[in-house]
């Protein structure tokens, strides 16, 4: 990135850092997302061996978890219950006629490629993944500080 962009970048992770205080934490978690992107949410969620061996279950716990077909077997639903769910004919045509009004309402290759053209500078400003893939590997969150930085450049 050019020097003007980076200092502006970091100026905006200043901004976004403040804002991200004021936030719930659902606000939070969705501007992590926009910000950082999937990778945020995959770290968190990353399984280490500390929790995988903490994790494991004795064999007693798992013989009693087990079903057998028996108790598959007496869990049987009843007949009636069975008929009550049946599809009737009423409920088929009634489901035909909203697929039908679905297929009117549908785009065409016709209608996108009108659409597409028409927006000539949409195209223009388009943010390519290149672009928001260097944005986002330059932004780390600092848990610490609970503030967006920019990642320091490998020499």
Same mark, same amino acid.
């Given at each position: 990135?050019?020097?003007?962009?980076?200092?502006?970048?970091?100026?905006?992770?200043?901004?976004?850092?403040?804002?991200?205080?004021?936030?719930?934490?659902?606000?939070?978690?969705?501007?992590?997302?926009?910000?950082?992107?999937?990778?945020?949410?995959?770290?968190?969620?990353?399984m280490?061996?500390?929790?995988?061996?903490?994790?494991?279950?004795?064999?007693?716990?798992?013989?009693?978890?087990?079903?057998?077909?028996?108790?598959? !077997? *007496?869990? %049987?639903v009843s007949?009636?219950? =069975? &008929? #009550?769910? $049946? /599809? +009737? @004919?009423?409920?088929?045509?009634?489901?035909?006629?909203?697929?039908?009004?679905?297929?009117?309402?549908?785009?065409?290759?016709?209608?996108? !490629? *009108?659409? %597409?053209?028409?927006?000539?500078? =949409? &195209? #223009?400003? $388009? /943010? +390519? @993944?290149?672009?928001?893939?260097?944005?986002?590997?330059?932004?780390?969150?600092?848990?610490?500080?609970?503030?967006?930085?920019?990642?320091?450049? *490998?020499?």
């Open positions: 990135m050019a020097d003007s962009n980076t200092k502006a970048l970091a100026r905006l992770l200043k901004k976004l850092s403040a804002l991200r205080v004021t936030l719930s934490r659902a606000e939070r978690d969705a501007l992590d997302e926009i910000v950082l992107g999937a990778k945020a949410e995959v770290a968190a969620h990353g280490t061996m500390a929790k995988v061996s903490g994790a494991k279950i004795s064999a007693a716990k798992m013989s009693a978890a087990k079903i057998s077909a028996a108790k598959v !077997s *007496a869990a %049987k007949q009636p219950e =069975v &008929a #009550a769910h $049946a /599809m +009737t @004919s009423a409920k088929t045509e009634a489901a035909s006629k909203a697929k039908a009004e679905v297929a009117a309402h549908g785009m065409t290759m016709a209608k996108v !490629s *009108a659409a %597409k053209a028409s927006q000539p500078e =949409v &195209a #223009a400003h $388009a /943010m +390519t @993944s290149a672009k928001s893939s260097a944005i986002r590997d330059a932004i780390q969150f600092d848990a610490a500080r609970k503030v967006y930085i920019l990642k320091a450049k *490998a020499a």
